[in-house]
């Protein structure tokens, strides 16, 4: 379905069939210690936002204020609409000449990008049009917030940052604006609303889901350092978000830091016990560790064999 849009959730392939997965035993963990740790132990320090203990400062917000921020030329097109006219009259005349000009985004799985760069490049998925829309109605004074629609989880088998097979959870998000004592869902390019119910984000949560998409395209081009400073930034918004840990973990995964990739994986199971893509990463991790190891004896085994 077009309207599907979110990168959210990665995986082996290998470790995501239909078989049942052993219990794994979670321990309680406080997030602000996690945090503090992760954010500390990491491939390049001076890319990381020094935030910990869930305490997020302004100077910390390096790229999620970029998703709702209006560009000079999207400040022109909202002044072209009569500034006279109330703000629900003038936001539905926005709409309507956007749908007259014929814009619409090209639909791209791939690419998340922000309102901004969505009207300039009419290019995106889901969030990026549902942020298109929710910074169109606040400038002209309306209320608007983000939705997650409560569709089928969907999933796509895509490829990872070392080439390798990977599968995703896909969610939808929508925009919702407030016209007087009347709402109305958009959904993307302006398609009728699909038949499922939908619950309020907070703008928070959309950034960090923001974060997490960029993160994980930065990591199909193996830019570690790029995608590490995104999941550093989407934590402190929303440290308690699974999917985030997760993530966190694939990234650590694929830089071979075994060690901070297993207190990821453990911190998204804690946070959510039915994150079974966590469960399946994790117990993949283990299995690296113990492969690690094992090779890690032998070739002390070998050395003291040959100074012998």
């Known amino acids: ?45 001076q890319s ?18 970029d998703l709702l921020t209006l560009t000079p030329e ?7 609409i009569d500034p006279s006219l ?28 922000t309102a901004a760069e969505a009207f300039a490049q009419r290019r995106g998925n889901c969030i990026s049009f549902a942020a ?16 997650q629609v409560e ?28 016209f007087g004592w009347t709402v109305r869902v958009f959904e993307f390019n302006f398609e009728p609303r699909p038949d499922f ?15 997490n998409n960029r993160a994980l395209e930065l990591a199909k081009t193996k830019q570690w350092d790029g995608a590490l400073s995104m999941l550093s930034e989407a934590i402190t918004l929303t440290p308690a978000t699974s999917l985030l840990w997760n993530s966190l973990g694939y990234i650590h995964r694929q830089t071979g830091n075994l060690q901070l990739a297993e207190i990821s994986y453990t911190q998204a199971l804690a946070l959510d016990s039915d994150n ?15 492969e690690r190891g094992l090779s890690q004896i032998a070739e002390r085994a070998d050395r003291q064999e040959q100074g012998s």
């Open 276 to 290: 079974h893509a966590a469960r399946n990463n994790l117990r993949r991790v283990n299995k690296l560790q113990s």
């Open 48 to 65: 990381w936002p020094q935030a910990t203990k869930g305490e997020l400062e302004d100077s910390d917000v390096l790229h999620a204020q």
């Open 1 to 45: 379905m077009r309207w599907i849009a979110i990168l959210a959730v990665m995986m082996q392939v290998g470790c995501a069939g239909s078989h049942q997965v052993a219990a794994t035993v979670v321990p309680e963990m406080d997030t602000a210690a996690v945090m503090e740790t992760v954010l500390k132990q990491n491939l390049n320090k």
């Open 86 to 113: 109330s703000p629900s009259r003038r936001f539905r005349r926005m709409v309507r000449t956007l749908k007259s000009e014929g814009f619409e985004l090209e639909y791209d799985l791939d690419t998340t990008t």
């Open 197 to 211: 119910p939908h619950h309020r984000l907070e703008d928070k949560t959309v950034q960090a889901l923001y974060l």
């Open 151 to 178: 569709v089928p989880v969907e999933q796509r088998a895509t490829t990872g940052g070392r080439g390798r097979a990977l599968v995703q959870n896909i969610l939808h998000i929508n925009a919702e604006v407030t």
């Open 74 to 80: 999207m400040q022109a097109f909202v002044d072209s």
């Open 132 to 147: 298109l829309i929710v910074a169109l109605a606040r400038e002209v004074g309306l209320e608007a917030h983000f939705n």
